[in-house]
């Protein structure tokens, strides 16, 4: 049982990449899905959470209308579309099931999450 992701990669600021968060050993749609990242020097952070109830997504300010989550059931995957990055993008992004948004305008792991390894993300030119 557990989590993958991948899709990291160097872009130039304005570019797009895509990543990926496969699970395996358990039905990914039975669970929200988040993604998280964690900049140098810096807290992670939730940057959007997927419900499992009704597949609805929530982004934080800072990567609203840039970024975009959907999911393949059939590949049993998740994906975090990110458009127009911007160098404090530039992070190591992680995906976790059990995530929710908070009235505070932030997306927080629950405790009981698995966690997928990090991918890196560089946006730079």
């Known amino acids: 049982v557990q989590l993958q992701a991948s899709g990291g990669g160097l872009v130039q600021p304005g570019g797009s990449l895509r990543l990926s968060c496969a699970g395996s050993?358990?039905?990914?749609?039975?669970?929200?899905l988040g993604w998280f990242r964690q900049a140098p020097g810096k807290e992670r952070e939730g940057v959007s959470c997927?419900?499992?109830?009704?597949?609805?997504?929530y982004y934080i300010d800072s990567v609203k209308g840039r970024f975009t989550m959907s999911r393949d059931s059939a590949k049993n995957t998740a994906y975090l579309q990110m458009d127009s990055l911007k160098p404090e993008d530039t992070a190591v992004y992680y995906c976790?099931?059990?995530?929710?948004?908070?009235?505070?305008?932030?997306?927080?792991?629950?405790?009981?999450?698995?966690w997928g390894q990090g991918t890196l993300v560089t946006v730079s030119s």
């Open positions: 997927i419900r499992s109830s009704d597949g609805s997504a």
């Open positions: 050993g358990f039905t990914l749609d039975y669970y929200g």
């Open positions: 976790a099931t059990n995530c929710a948004p908070t009235t505070q305008g932030t997306v927080v792991a629950g405790p009981m999450a698995m």
